[in-house]
């Protein structure tokens, strides 16, 4: 269980660096420019880059907080609607709101 929270607080991080780094427009951080792997540093290809690396990490965040729900909700004997306080239904809806006169 310890494990799965290092690794979701891993992936949040890594998801708020990655999304920091695009910029607007996705202009990125200007990492390379020169084209000198073949357009993957380019302005084009890193943009292309870090959006692929930010959806994989959403997607794994989003993954690992199922799993991390599923694992936390093996142990107990509720699930998470049955864990939620009741509303009290001993007060009286029917009655009309007061309205204040005013002084």
Known sequence: MLTLIIIQLFLAVLLVILVLLQGSDNEGLGLGGGGGLGGMMSARGSANLLSRLTA???TLFMVMSVVLTIVASAGSE???LESLPEINSDTDISEEPVIPENN
């Open 56 to 58: 994989l990490t959403a």
């Open 78 to 80: 509720r699930n998470v």
